[in-house]
């Protein structure tokens, strides 16, 4: 396939001020009529050329006169037409087939609804037309369909009018007054349930919202209005920012390739991000579905009202939007609280989502997808949703608050809002913008360093060095950065040169009591925990002098991890459990507990040492008690490193050792601090008087009471086993159930599992969004082998079609359950798999076929297998565009 380049890029030379869409709706086959008033300003005549997939071409006409087949030329992904004048207007008459539209990106059924799903390029496959994001057009969209079976037709901005077409079909027509690009354009048409509201926005109009959801689901859509109209408040207090639409709606769908779509006005939402209740979604998916309404609604003005000019500025929209969906969720987490305790509970969400970047972005700088941000080259774009584009944008977008402050941000961002509302543009654009605010604040100095953020790839390491001098009382630090070429960089001839880049440094001194030390003069940051200092790392290497400090101190490193780096420092093991019980930052202070951790599994792999767990579980015990930290945060330090996360640490990498240590620590600390389990387990108990809520302390509580259970399980607890089932049966909601499941799933005996999983589907097996879960906690359990998958999969619930089933099931196994998945049989499942829904959807099918992205890694007994299963994928004589460009960089 050939490779699209950054560095290309040319505006497209028409501009294109009004689309008329006329679909007449079915779903065997749908006909569309495109209208589209093109315009040339200046410059010569060249060709129009109009982007189409799978669609049948019934007729095409240049202001009015129908063209004959040699007056156009019709390529298998292109329309190209002649123009002859510099205004004109195209009209085509086009057919596509929804129900045979397995891919779920254009115009597709999912249970009795249509639904289309635009981003990135799927608006080709219901029309033709110019579809990349420049190209920003009026929308007026008439929509016809079978009255009885689609009984509601939606599509963007504002319903014009409605009427009966007399002969079984109505009508109904939209008009969007804002400009928008192609990949915004949204059509739902079926028969849904509706929850609306109606709310006043800061500037006095009145909007009406609405959530759209199968009938029988309405029940389960207060929370997502209720998040919505939090994001919808929370936007106008911290970014001053509206909603601009006199009507917003969400449709939740059943089958869907991605979480949600933040089309203008009509956002379509995987059913899993839309739906719950107390019995059926977890604390969790409460939050999640908090973060995806909140990052779709937000989407509204960073990536709507200001959108990208092209698909490598991908992460301009993105990762802005991702951060503000962190924060919102965070102050959602924090609210009503002060202090050290809002801290706390801010520094929660902070935790889950640098945990998840280690988990899924650091993985991928470190292999052979690894890309900046700003990507510079692509074969197929669908594969760049990736979470380095996504999370690590959010960081990067992160790192320019931390250096600009809150209010230099704010700054930034409305300085971005007046100089690029309404268009397309450029992250360069985006950083322009910042950089006023930061110039504004800082003469003489500016962002050139930092931005080159968005076009290196890798996980730069920061080394660390500490000297103190007692007799002056100083105490020097020293920083040096490196970031060796990562992914495509060591493919390219001359290799890449990589300049240093910016890196804000957030440290903490601490006494040899764990005090906070403040240099003489030194200035704390405002964004930190007491006595936080910000080093802005802009040079290879770099020291820093302080003076007044006249006891060897103990260095926090990376507070609220300032920055999306790899720390290097040694030090004891001794400063980390000090860190652990006294950083007065929460986020630091968590991560020395994982450092003290990820140590002793590390050493116990490589090293095959059985290094004593005693500081491990004196400093736990410790914190177990501290009465002073919120249940939630407790969970999240008493939590080993997630297995994916330490596999990644080893050289070569070294799954299986991984998960045997991992699960003996996990026993070991089951039974050392049993007491301590015993004890929380108890104390965390819901009140079954009180009404489930999915607040932040009872949700802590919850998982901290789970968390208990798995390691009295892990522990050989005699009454665990015991207390788990009691558990599941008594449990009032799906979070406790589902802590109980998951802890008989990781460590249960097997006769009191397979009664667990029979009993769950009994009495589940009507609800899909629940029967995913049944599927995933079996995909991901460690007594899931190959053989036991393959036998879910023959299950008769199961799909590969609908996307949500095939993640619950087939991610679940090759991503989530490292000790089985690392096999030959376990790569030869993913290969068959691989190949088997790139049949179906090749957006789906690309990222199963990451799984093993950093094979070349493995140890040398699992190097062999999983090269074979990758040869036999590529091999394979129909790839899809999509699944080619992952398998062949893989191999490169
Ligand atoms: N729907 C996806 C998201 O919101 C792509 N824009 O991130
Ligand atoms: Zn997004």
Not at 46 to 68: H, K, M, R, T
Not at 349 to 355: A, G, L, T
Not at 461 to 471: F, I
Not at 746 to 766: C, K, N, S
Request: proline letters at 7%; aromatic letters at 8%.
């Amino acid at each position: 396939p050939p490779t699209i380049s950054r560095h290309d890029y040319q505006p497209f030379p028409y501009a294109l001020p009004e689309v008329a869409l006329q679909l007449e709706l079915d779903a065997a086959r749908t006909r569309v009529t495109t209208r589209m008033s093109f315009e040339r300003a200046a410059g010569e005549l060249v060709p129009l050329v109009l982007n189409g997939q799978d669609l049948s071409l019934e007729s095409v006409a240049i202001d009015g006169v129908p063209l004959g087949p040699d007056a156009y030329e019709l390529h298998d992904e292109m329309l190209v037409l002649h123009p002859q004048a510099r205004r004109f207007t195209v009209e085509i008459v086009s057919t596509c087939c929804p129900e045979a539209n397995s891919t779920l990106m254009g115009l597709y059924v999912s249970g009795r609804h249509l639904f289309t799903q635009c981003e990135a390029e799927g608006f080709r496959r219901i029309t033709w037309f110019p579809d990349r994001p420049d190209v920003m057009a009026r929308y007026r969209v008439t929509l016809q369909a079978d009255t009885a079976h689609y009984p509601l037709l939606l599509s963007n901005g504002n319903l014009l009018s409605q009427r009966d077409l007399g002969d079984g079909r109505h009508e109904a027509v939209w008009e969007d007054p804002h400009p928008k690009p192609s990949y915004l354009f949204a059509v739902v048409a079926g028969d849904f349930a509706c929850r609306e509201e109606r709310i006043t926005t800061r500037s006095g109009r009145e909007v009406l919202l609405q959530v759209y959801s199968d009938h029988g689901a309405e029940n389960r859509t207060e929370w997502a209005m209720d998040c919505l109209i939090r994001a919808i408040r929370w936007d106008e207090a911290r970014y001053d920012l509206e909603l601009d639409l006199d009507r917003f709606m969400i449709v939740a769908a059943r089958d869907f390739n991605m979480g949600a779509m933040e089309n203008k006005g009509l956002n379509v939402f995987n059913s899993a991000y839309v739906l719950a209740d107390p019995a059926t979604a977890t604390d969790a998916t409460y939050r999640a579905i908090e973060a995806v309404i909140g990052h779709e609604y937000f989407h509204n003005w960073t990536g709507n009202r200001v959108t990208c000019r092209d698909w490598f500025q991908l992460s301009l929209k993105e990762g802005l939007t991702v951060f503000r969906d962190q924060e919102f969720s965070a102050d959602m987490l924090a609210h009503g609280l002060q202090g050290a305790a809002a801290a706390s509970a801010r520094a929660v969400k902070r935790i889950d989502d640098v945990s998840a970047l280690r988990i899924a972005q650091f993985p991928e700088d470190a292999g052979p997808m690894a890309h900046p941000i700003r990507p510079e080259s692509y074969q197929e774009i669908a594969n760049f949703y990736t979470a380095t584009i996504y999370e690590k944008g959010a960081e990067v977008i992160r790192m320019q608050q931390t250096l600009l402050g809150r209010e230099g941000f704010r700054e930034g961002l409305d300085e971005y809002f007046r100089r690029h509302d309404g268009q397309a543009v450029t992250c360069d654009d985006f950083i322009a913008a910042m950089e006023s605010a930061y110039i504004r604040r800082n003469p003489g100095r500016d962002l050139q360093v930092f931005r080159h953020w968005y076009s290196q790839a890798g996980t730069p390491r920061v080394t660390v060095r500490m000297q103190h001098d007692p007799q002056a009382q100083t105490c020097t630090i020293s920083l040096s950065q490196s970031n060796p070429p990562a992914g495509i960089e060591l493919l390219q001839n001359p290799p890449a040169t990589k300049p240093p880049l910016h890196i804000p440094v957030a440290i903490g001194l601490l006494s040899p009591t764990g005090a906070v030390v403040l240099p003489q003069g030194a200035q704390p940051h405002p964004l930190g925990a007491p006595g936080t200092l910000l080093l802005e790392l802009t040079e290879a290497e770099q020291s820093w002098t302080f003076h007044g400090v006249a006891e060897r101190p103990v260095l926090s490193l990376l507070r609220d991890f300032s920055a999306p780096v790899i720390i290097d420092y040694a030090r004891p093991d001794t400063e980390l459990a000090l860190l652990a019980r006294h950083d007065s930052d929460p986020f630091a202070r968590w991560e020395a507990g994982q450092e003290l951790a990820r140590g002793l599994v590390l050493g116990r792999v490589q090293a095959q040492l059985n290094t004593a767990a005693d500081l491990l579980c004196d400093t736990w015990a410790a914190l177990a008690q501290d009465t002073a930290l919120s249940p939630a945060y407790l969970a999240r330090v008493l939590t080993l490193p997630a297995q994916r996360e330490l596999i990644e640490l080893t050289t070569p990498m070294e799954p299986q050792a991984v998960v045997q240590v991992h699960r003996a620590l996990t026993q070991e600390l089951g039974g050392r601090l049993q007491d301590h389990w015993v004890r929380l387990y108890g104390a965390m108990a819901d009140d079954p008087a009180t009404p489930y809520s999915p607040d932040p302390d009872s949700a802590g509580r919850r998982a901290l009471r789970a968390l208990a259970l798995t390691y009295l399980l892990a522990g050989g607890h005699p009454q665990a086993a015991q207390w788990a089932m009691q558990h599941y049966e008594a449990a009032t909601n799906m979070s406790e159930r589902m802590g109980a499941l998951n802890a008989l799933a990781t460590w249960g005996p097997e006769e009191v599992r397979t009664a667990a999983y029979q009993h769950f589907y009994d009495m589940w097996q009507d609800d899909p969004l629940v029967i995913d879960r049944w599927f995933s906690v079996q995909a991901a359990s460690p007594f899931t082998g190959v053989g036991e998958v393959q036998a879910l999969m023959l299950h008769p619930a199961f799909s590969l079609r609908n996307p949500n089933r095939a993640r619950s099931v087939i991610f679940q196994f090759c991503m989530n359950n490292p000790g089985n998945a690392h096999s030959a049989a376990g790569y030869a499942f993913w290969a068959d798999q691989v190949l088997a829904l790139d049949a179906l959807n090749p957006e789906i099918a690309a990222r199963l076929a990451r799984a093993f992205d950093n094979w070349a890694r493995y140890t040398p007994a699992l190097r062999e297998p999983a090269r074979e299963a990758l040869q036999r994928i590529v091999q394979h004589p129909t790839l899809s565009r999509n699944v080619a460009e992952i398998v062949n960089k893989s191999l490169s």
